[in-house]
């Protein structure tokens, strides 16, 4: 489809495919959200990443990509598994054609492909999700980032699922009502909480397992892994079967999670509790599943048995109390006796054969163990071809059964994320949110998870805060000293929408959540110098997507714009930016700025309030109340933070003389921002694109070129050049 991108993604690990379709201006979120650790793309693509590798472009075919999928699948058409666009469809056969390529003809498992939609989730591209730290933090790891405050799942796949939750919040309502009250039902019932959790902790990773076993990496244990995974499954069935009351969500998981008794039976019956992961030296099958195995493992017992009892004879006839019979993997098995008995059994008629010297022993071969050892290896090697036979059976039957034990999986893995929701909630005092189709948001005592969490680790108190945004309020303008909380406020309230639109309780009394299309966040920026820009130019780079993508269903963040050039730059463009994001792109936004002069702007937009955080100076100490409250901030309070972060007395009073002095002189003036307040909405850039008078062009464009003669057209060119000049 013309300007349509198609976007194949897989997890390696669980065999999960998933296929999209977006706009161009949507792909790098869509790309953010997956965060894969390889992309792929045409070679000849002028849009294609960066760090992706780059593919022939006939790999990329919509026909190739169905004929793929159909022959992996064993159906004649997809349409029983969604519905795919051509361009999904050419990105799935750029997929599969690299993993066939990397793994030198061997796929690995590709579960049936799940269509997703371009607009059902929420966007958030890199820049949104680095500043959010939503599943690692600025310093590059788990801690301090949102997922490691939220996550109280107890398996590994849980842990994943809540990951891609946090990366692709809902844009469906009924589908977030639908883990909302999930999350509900099990925070209401904290012992049937506890029993499931129970439950889903002492369950094997059955996905990672299966992914293994599909990749032909399979090992006894991984089989013994999906055994024991869906006996709990059917034992957790069995626990919410008992109920009356299932939410929705879960009556659509409970038969998810059962199904397989024929081939828990089978591998029950077949495998040793605790298989090993080496399958080489045998041992994994059980005993009474198979005569014949038990027959030859009977004769490899009894010829131990009888090489114990050659043992004790060989000692009795030799009267050699030292003698013992061994075992390499060189020699098999051998006599062994201390060297000076050696000479004794060299001895022509006693029945012994030299095998070997040694400094303090001689190793030798007799007849009668010979036989015993031939009997031992023929039964050991035919037990061995034996339970491989068995293991192969079993591979193939649990490959055949492989959509539905990934189907069990994720069932699995959905319930331990909403009981992990339900803790943390319990834990933290979180509420239930309320899900709305108005562009609103309003939020009673909301918190930030992350500093939250820090602050109770230190006994401290974290300070709740509200936030009400409507259409007819719908851009807060907040103000007040750095370190007062300002961003915390902002990430707060952006986190919020994640958890609530992921279907997860929030860390809040209350909130009402108006569906987020498109979530972005501008607050804090550094230099990018692998693309060669700026922190200014990344701080830009990032506002303009913001000017182009927010639509009326958003929510900015926008965290002192303009900081990163001179006073008069920064004030001017944020400014502009406010009078874009309020007349322009109608979203809601929380603009936190130390540009006093943009309080003005409240008196002429009318969906603007001001807004600051609470702080006083007392004897001379700066004290922070981190409460939002309405008005516009009296103060940035600067010069006490410097103070704070120990710079200088003298500078410090210094910078006080120039303040006074900076001040008296923009009373006088009318300040920096005097006169903006008359400029009509967007009226510069209208004056800017106004076409100006160009002589040389009009001189230019009215010349006859062939006309002139070689002197005549040197002579011009001087002009021009002179007029140039």
Known sequence: MRGAIGIAAIDISTGRMEMEECAPDRMGAALARLGASELVAPDAWDMAPLDAIPRGGHEFSSDGGEARLTGIHGVATLDG????????????????????????????????????????????????????E?????????????????????????????????????????????????VAWLHDDALLREDLRAGLRAMPDIGRALGRVVAGRGSPRDLGQIRDGLQGAARLADTVARRADLPALLQDLAPRLVGHDALIDWLTRALVAA???????????????????????????????????????????TAIAGLKIKHNGVLGYFIEVPARFGDQLMAADSGFTHRQTMAGAMRFNALALHEEASRIA?????????????????????????????????ALARIDVAAGQAERAAEGGWCRPAISDKAELAIIGGRHPVVETALAAKGERFVANDCSLTM????????????????????????????AQAGGFVPAASATIGLVDRLFSRVGASDNLARGRST???????????????????????????????????????????????GANRCRCLFATHYH?????????????????????????????????????ESSYGLAVARLAGVPAPVVARAKAVLAKLEKGRAETGGIAAGLGDLPLFAASAEVAAPQGDPLREQLAALDIDALSPREALDLLYALKRAAD
């Open 378 to 410: 023929e039964a050991g090697g035919r037990a061995l071809v034996a339970e491989e036979a068995h293991f192969e059976e079993l591979i193939a039957a649990t490959i055949a059964a492989r959509n539905a034990i990934a189907e069990t999986a994720a």
């Open 134 to 182: 939503i599943l690692q933090s600025v310093t590059g790891g788990r801690r301090g980032s949102l997922i490691e405050a939220v996550d109280r799942c107890v398996t590994g796949a849980g842990a994943r699922q809540l990951a891609e939750d946090l990366s692709a919040p809902l844009l469906d309502r009924a589908a977030i009502e639908a883990r909302l009250a999930l």
């Open 597 to 633: 002069e943009l309080a003005r702007l409240a008196a002429t937009c009318e969906a603007l309030s001001l807004h600051h955080v609470r702080a006083r100076e007392w004897k001379g100490d700066l004290v922070l109340l981190h409460e939002v409250t309405t008005g516009a901030a």
């Open 536 to 582: 200014f130019m990344v701080e830009m780079v990032e506002t303009a997507a913001i000017l182009q993508q927010a639509t009326v269903r958003s929510f900015v963040i926008l965290d002192e714009v303009g900081r990163g050039t001179s006073t008069y730059d920064g004030l001017a463009l944020a400014w502009a930016v406010a009078e874009a994001v309020h």
């Open 472 to 499: 007819f309020d719908r851009l807060w303008l907040v103000g007040g000293p750095n370190m007062g909380g300002k961003s915390t406020f902002l990430r707060q309230n952006a986190l919020i929408v994640v958890l």
């Open 275 to 317: 298989p090993p992961t080496e399958r080489g030296q045998g041992g994994f099958i059980a005993e009474s599943y198979d005569a014949d195995l038990d027959a030859l493992r009977s004769i490899s017992r009894d010829a131990r048995s009888a090489i114990a009892a050659l043992e004790a004879k060989y000692r009795d006839d």
């Open 81 to 132: 598994f969604g519905t795919f666009s051509r361009p999904m469809l050419a990105a799935a056969c750029g997929l599969i054609a690299y993993l066939d390529h990397v793994g030198q003809g061997k796929l690995p498992l590709l579960l049936p492909p799940v269509a997703r939609t371009g607009d059902a989730h929420l966007a958030m591209d890199e820049a949104t999700r680095t500043s959010l």
